[in-house]
Each structure stands twice: as structure tokens, then as C-alpha cells.
């Protein structure tokens, strides 16, 4: 069964730093490009970035809102990703999702909430 | 980067009914080297995580009931369900992964009338 586990939500400030981990199992994770998409609350669904295979080079890609400021990551022999996010503004607070693209998002986790609060 | 604009924004249909949502991007969605549309949707209820229901514009996922059906090509897209089910009450959304940034519809909530 195909998993995918976030993990490292919480409360930050603003201007603070998170980072968030998606952990996968039931699949041959190195293979798989990961994404991030995050919903804020009464909102729609947002694409937030996300991080190629080794065989592409891990290649990034970011929404507008967000780049500069977070950086998608993976580590392979850990079967996890990362999104690590600095200069949080308050609307950045969302429920975070880690994504399997396949044809389409075929596999989600179950999110991490994330809050930036004074 | 690619606008995404679903119709209507929320519809109530009668059970048993056609529910049938549109979805339009700002550029095409056809890869003509594959002649795929790289346009999914998904079904999202409260408290889970968004389901899979439709990729490459017309293919429904394995174990999606087939009242759910995906059609068009090009810039024009429509979510079909054919007879509307108590179950089916949810918020559909459109997603190209044509190209990054990736972008959604901005969703249309589908109530029972």
C-alpha cells in the first residue's frame, strides 16, 4: 500500500522557520517525483513546489508565492522528503500535503497543518 | 503559468441526476507527442486528503465508479457524473500538470438539491 506520512507542522511565528517531512513507503520512492500542495483554510488547493527524480537531477520547481523562501528536498536512502520554509508570513498558514505524481496526484498524505501566528 | 477556472463555482443537482462541472485553462493541456491531456480531477470531503478520480482528461482511475467520466481536450475540460449519489457530495477540483507551477481549479462545491 502506497503511504505518504507528513509530519513537523505547528506554530511559528512570522518571519519564523518550519520544516516539514514526508515520509513514504509502498512504493519505490526514488523513482517518483514528489509535490507539495497546501490548502488554507475556506480556500482552494494551492501547487506549492516540488522535486524530480535523481535521474532528473532533483530538479525544483516553485509557485510564485513561495519562492525564494521555501526549498523542496528529498533524501532517497530515507525514502523522505522535505519542505523547509523560511520567512513564514501568515499567509502561508495551510494544511501542507506531500503529492505522488503519477498521472495526476495519485497518492496524498494526510497533511500537516501549518500556522504562522503573532 | 497556466489559469485554471472552473464553472460553476457550486451546484445542487437532485439525486439521481447529471452533475457536470467545466473547467478551462489559459493555454492548452495537449501534449501532441503523446496526444494526452494533462489535465486530472479530484474529489475532496472534509477531513481527507483529495482523491484521484480522472487523469489524462478521460481516464478514470481503477475502482472510481463509472457515473464519474472526464472529457474534452485542448483548453476545455468537463467532470460528468451521471446519476448523482448521496456519497458524492464533495468540492471537485481541476489540476493541470502540464506544466510547473502546477495550478488547480479554484474548486465547485456539489450539494444534493
Known amino acids: 500500500e502506497v503511504l505518504l506520512v507528513e509530519s513537523g507542522g505547528g506554530l511559528v511565528q512570522p518571519g519564523g522557520s518550519l520544516k516539514l517531512s514526508c515520509a513514504a513507503s509502498?512504493?519505490?520512492?526514488?523513482?517518483?517525483?514528489v509535490h507539495w500542495v497546501r490548502q488554507a483554510s475556506g480556500k482552494g488547493l494551492e501547487w506549492v513546489g516540488r522535486?524530480?527524480?535523481?535521474?532528473?537531477?532533483?530538479?525544483?520547481a516553485y509557485a510564485a508565492s513561495v519562492k525564494g523562501r521555501f526549498t523542496v528536498s528529498r533524501d532517497d536512502s530515507k525514502n523522505t522528503a522535505y519542505l523547509q520554509m523560511n520567512s513564514l508570513k501568515t499567509e502561508d498558514s495551510a494544511v501542507y500535503y506531500c503529492?505522488?505524481?503519477?498521472?495526476?496526484?495519485?497518492?496524498w498524505g494526510q497533511g500537516t497543518l501549518v500556522t504562522v501566528s503573532s | 503559468d497556466i489559469v485554471m477556472t472552473q464553472s460553476p463555482d457550486s451546484l445542487a443537482v437532485s439525486l439521481g441526476e447529471r452533475a457536470t462541472i467545466s473547467c478551462k485553462s489559459s493555454?492548452?493541456?495537449?501534449?501532441?507527442?503523446?496526444?494526452?491531456?494533462?489535465l486530472a480531477w479530484y474529489q475532496r470531503k472534509p477531513g481527507h486528503p483529495p482523491k484521484l478520480l480522472i487523469y489524462?482528461?478521460?481516464t478514470r482511475v481503477s475502482g472510481v465508479p463509472d457515473r464519474f467520466s472526464g472529457s474534452g481536450s485542448g483548453t476545455d475540460f468537463t467532470l460528468t457524473i451521471s446519476s448523482l449519489q448521496p456519497e458524492d457530495v464533495a468540492v471537485y477540483y481541476c489540476?493541470?500538470?502540464?506544466?510547473?507551477?502546477?495550478?488547480f481549479g479554484q474548486g465547485t462545491k456539489l450539494e444534493i438539491k
Open positions: 503529492a505522488r505524481l503519477q498521472y495526476g496526484f495519485d497518492s
Open positions: 509502498g512504493f519505490t520512492f526514488s523513482v517518483s517525483a
Open positions: 522535486i524530480r527524480t535523481r535521474t532528473n537531477n532533483y530538479a525544483t
Open positions: 493555454q492548452s493541456l495537449l501534449y501532441t507527442s503523446n496526444n494526452n491531456n494533462y
Open positions: 489524462w482528461s478521460s
Open positions: 489540476h493541470q500538470y502540464y506544466t510547473t507551477p502546477h495550478s
